[in-house]
């Protein structure tokens, strides 16, 4: 199984297992359901999982950094907690290896469909539409198997 976790408050976290995808938006799933979905995922020695390293940001309040830095820690500590090895990786990182970059003068909400979209693209199959909050997550779940296949 390959995880891929955006953090964000509005983020979530995407599960490739073979060709299956499984997709929790943290705005639809509590963390107490999270947490039972990761405790009922039979892990193994080769699953793995990339957490999208953040930092907070110039002119963001400090209940949305407390809130980030919480998002941030309880899954980390889920992964810790189920042993799936993880690493952290910055959003240009994982970006970069889909030829994507946020363009000048491009809006959030357009950078965020243009992710939606490649994400569409690399999983045409996945029956119900990608949310644009879990996007991310499923970019960094494809890059997490693209690197993790080559070791």
Same mark, same amino acid.
């Given at each position: 199984?390959?995880?891929?976790?955006?953090?964000?408050?509005?983020?979530?976290?995407?599960?490739?297992?073979?060709?299956?995808?499984?997709?929790?938006?943290?705005?639809?799933? $509590?963390?107490?359901?999270?947490?039972? &979905? *990761?405790?009922?995922?039979?892990?193994?020695?080769?699953?793995?999982?990339?957490? &999208?390293?953040?930092?907070?940001?110039?002119?963001?309040?400090?209940?949305?950094?407390? $809130?980030?830095? @919480?998002?941030?820690?309880?899954?980390?500590?889920?992964? !810790?907690? /189920?042993?799936?090895?993880? +690493? &952290? !990786?910055?959003?240009?990182?994982?970006?970069?290896?889909?030829?994507?970059?946020?363009?000048?003068? +491009?809006?959030?909400?357009?950078?965020?469909? /243009? *992710?939606?979209?490649?994400?569409? &693209?690399?999983?045409?199959? #996945? !029956?119900?539409? !990608?949310?644009? +909050?879990?996007?991310?997550?499923?970019?960094?779940?494809? #890059?997490? @198997?693209?690197?993790?296949?080559?070791?």
């Amino acid at each position: 199984m390959y995880f891929g976790i955006d953090p964000g408050t509005k983020g979530g976290i995407a599960i490739l297992v073979d060709d299956d995808l499984v997709t929790l938006p943290f705005s639809k799933w $509590t963390w107490h359901e999270i947490t039972d &979905e *990761l405790h009922n995922i039979d892990a193994d020695d080769h699953d793995f999982a990339v957490v &999208e390293k953040v930092s907070a940001m110039p002119k963001q309040g400090v209940a949305g950094v407390f $809130t980030f830095g @919480r998002a941030t820690g309880i899954v980390t500590g889920l992964l !810790i907690a /189920r042993a799936i090895p993880f +690493e &952290e !990786i910055t959003p240009q990182k994982w970006q970069a290896a889909f030829g994507m970059k946020k363009k000048k003068g +491009e809006t959030k909400t357009a950078w965020k469909k /243009r *992710l939606q979209a490649r994400a569409h &693209e690399l999983f045409p199959s #996945y !029956i119900q539409d !990608i949310p644009v +909050e879990v996007a991310d997550a499923v970019l960094i779940a494809e #890059y997490c @198997r693209r690197t993790r296949n080559d070791r």
